[in-house]
């Protein structure tokens, strides 16, 4: 956890949801960095983000993150899971000599 995903977090629970330029704006910090935090948090079980078409996605705060700014649970327990490898990036059986 970082200072940037507590004030992110904060700034959910405060205002309501938000892109991560309304976040962005509203931190005084850069939008791609916002981006990227507010999609580790996603991936911890902080944020939600509701994707809306042709437009930037939409981040909520979730339960997790709400019990998170009340001190209720420690960051640290949450780890964010690693995403799947995407199938165009995974090697063929034969690189490892299974195949």
């Not at 959910?12 to 931190?27: P, V």
């Not at 339960?63 to 998170?68: E, F, N, V």
Request: proline share 7%.
């Amino acid at each position: 956890m970082q200072l940037v995903d507590e004030r992110i977090l904060e700034r959910l629970a405060g205002e309501g949801d938000g892109t991560a330029w309304m976040i962005a704006f509203d931190l005084n910090r850069n939008r791609g960095r916002v981006a990227e935090r507010c999609r580790v948090l996603a991936h911890a079980g902080f944020v939600d983000r509701v994707p809306r078409a042709h437009v930037d996605d939409k981040w909520v705060i979730t339960d997790w993150g709400r019990l998170y700014l009340d001190g209720e649970i420690d960051a640290d327990l949450r780890r964010p899971s690693p995403s799947p490898r995407p199938p165009d990036k995974v090697r063929p059986g034969w690189y490892a000599g299974f195949g």
